[in-house]
């Protein structure tokens, strides 16, 4: 991809090109933004003062590419320097800074076939991921920040390349053919800087998205931001010469040509003047302490742990075979899992024992609960529970739980959702 881009960019007299040589630059425009943070009121340019850059990140990992986003946040000064930056990435699930995971995406399936999950620094809806998806962000002042801008600019690049309409609704997607949704949005807002990002699909594996974002039994009760489900389609099904390397080509021209301010047609007097496409390489190098922020993304601890509290109840008819066969129940006989997770961790759980499944031999529940307290609301959990049970038998060699302590078992892996 990137050798067609230089190709393409380069052809065009219009437009200038930066590639490796400007990790100097972005460093000297980094250091810029501490001197603007230190004034506590900044007067911002005229229109005709502004310049844009198109970043393109050369990388398709979606920690990175989050660390990256979030590294010019922090450190860039964008008053007098527009910046929309372009990337995609291998498949992965992006969910809200205030979201749930379980709640949001099918977690075994992402485990199972290796599909990253993240949580980015902004609000809004969980997202599929792929290099069918062509991602943007635009990065302004926070005074100047205009997201009713960004996405009129979009819909011209999409008509004005290929003939594609699309309208804006009240949630401020891009839909196209009255129904069908082509890219969400969200945004941070921070005290100098404002960005707003989104996602386009070009030619994503709509059937790998379906499944990711699969929604399930869950018993999963919570106060976090829930997605809002919606038909989507590929750019690609309304014009099949489409790609996520020519529309990247198309928007970033369009960004170039758009004032900054106002959405007139500046044509290619105005490219010329811009700053152009530049390739940017995430890495400590160009990026001093990117790594960190990477890491801290990567991390458990941010990518489950930051989710809001959240409670969990589910019930499980018990099998005949496993009641006591000597009695006749009047009622069906079901087990009843109840937690309270914070911070990904198991709070508090209750475990409620049928008569049916006390008479045919299980007991003990109080002090395998006990053992649940504290951990992950993963298979660490699960793997607890199990120990737990083993440890009540009373020959030291027992090393398989019984038929009931499997269903109990079984039961608790479906509530946290392990595989």
Request: hydrophobic residues 40%; positive net charge.
């Amino acid at each position: 991809m990137a050798q067609a881009m230089v190709k393409r960019i380069v052809s065009s007299s219009a437009c200038t090109f930066a590639g490796l040589a400007q990790k100097t630059y972005i460093r000297n425009v980094a250091a810029s933004s501490k001197v603007a943070a230190s004034k506590k009121e900044r007067v911002l340019p005229t229109e005709g003062e502004i310049t844009k850059s198109v970043f393109m990140s050369q990388s398709t990992d979606i920690y990175t590419n989050l660390a990256l986003e979030d590294w010019l946040y922090k450190n860039m000064d964008f008053t007098n320097h527009h910046v929309m930056m372009v990337w995609r990435n291998e498949p992965c699930v992006v969910i809200g800074r205030h979201q749930n995971p379980w709640l949001e995406a099918n977690v075994p399936l992402l485990s199972e076939k290796e599909i990253a999950l993240a949580r980015r620094n902004s609000g809004g809806g969980t997202v599929y991921h792929d290099r069918g998806n062509l991602n943007i962000t635009f990065f302004t002042p926070r005074e100047r920040y205009d997201r009713n801008y960004n996405l009129k600019l979009i819909k011209r690049a999409l008509f004005r390349s290929f003939g594609i309409k699309s309208t804006i609704n009240e949630r401020q997607d891009l839909i196209v053919r009255d129904k069908y949704k082509v890219s969400g949005t969200a945004a941070k807002l921070g005290r100098l800087t404002g960005y707003h990002h989104c996602t386009l699909l070009v030619n994503a594996n709509k059937a790998d998205l379906s499944k990711a974002l699969a929604k399930r039994e869950h018993g999963i009760q919570t106060k976090a931001t829930a997605s809002t489900r919606s038909e989507v389609a590929n750019l690609k099904d309304l014009d099949n010469r489409i790609t996520v390397e020519n529309l990247q080509t198309a928007l970033g021209y369009e960004y170039l040509r758009t004032p900054a301010l106002h959405l007139d047609d500046g044509g290619q007097s105005l490219i010329a003047k811009q700053r152009g496409f530049q390739f940017v390489n995430p890495t400590d190098d160009w990026f001093p302490g990117l790594a960190e922020l990477k890491n801290d993304l990567v991390s458990w601890d941010w990518c489950f742990g930051r989710t809001p509290m959240f409670t969990v109840s589910r019930s499980f008819p018990v099998p005949i075979g496993l009641l006591a066969p000597s009695k006749v129940y009047s009622a069906t006989q079901e087990l009843v899992i109840n937690m309270t997770v914070e911070k990904g961790l198991i709070n508090d759980v209750t475990l409620s024992i049928p008569p049916g499944l006390i008479e045919s031999g299980f007991h003990g529940e109080a002090s395998v609960i006990t053992h649940l307290k504290g951990k992950r609301f993963t298979s660490e959990a699960l793997n607890a529970l199990q120990d737990a049970m083993l440890t009540r038998h009373h020959v030291s060699d027992v090393k398989e739980l019984d038929d009931k302590e499997q269903f109990v078992a079984k039961c608790f892996d479906q509530v946290v959702n392990t595989m």
